[in-house]
């Protein structure tokens, strides 16, 4: 199983700001579709954004307009910059890397993000 490694999770107040950095192995980096769920306690894993190997991106309705997907090709990363945080993104978030051919799906362990009100 590949390993994607999350950072930047963490606490913070309402109306501020976070960054989420994923990092893969190049082989499936290159070739995958990149993405960013997110679980609340009791809830299902959602689809927060993603992004294609040529840079188009998909975002939930709900993060429109205030999250930023993005990915750094020279570095195998994928970013989240989470702007303007409510109570209600308060979640677990999770890396995905979603390879076409041969199919495969990659997660990574997590990292929680905690929005105060």
């Known amino acids: 199983q590949a390993q994607l490694v999350e950072s930047g999770g963490g606490l913070v107040q309402a109306g501020g700001s976070l960054r989420l950095s994923c990092a893969a192995p190049g082989s499936i980096f290159s070739v995958s579709t990149m993405g960013w769920y997110r679980q609340a306690p009791g809830k299902q894993r959602d689809l927060v954004a993603s992004?294609?190997?040529?840079?188009?991106?998909n975002y939930a309705d709900s993060v429109k307009g205030r999250f930023t997907i993005s990915r750094d090709n020279t570095k195998n990363t994928v970013y989240l910059l989470m702007n303007s945080l409510k109570p209600e993104d308060t979640a677990v978030y999770y890396c995905?890397?979603?390879?076409?051919?041969?199919?495969?799906?990659?997660w990574g362990q997590g990292t929680e993000v905690t929005v105060s009100s």
């Open positions: 992004i294609t190997r040529g840079g188009g991106t």
């Open positions: 995905n890397a979603d390879r076409p051919i041969p199919y495969a799906d990659f």
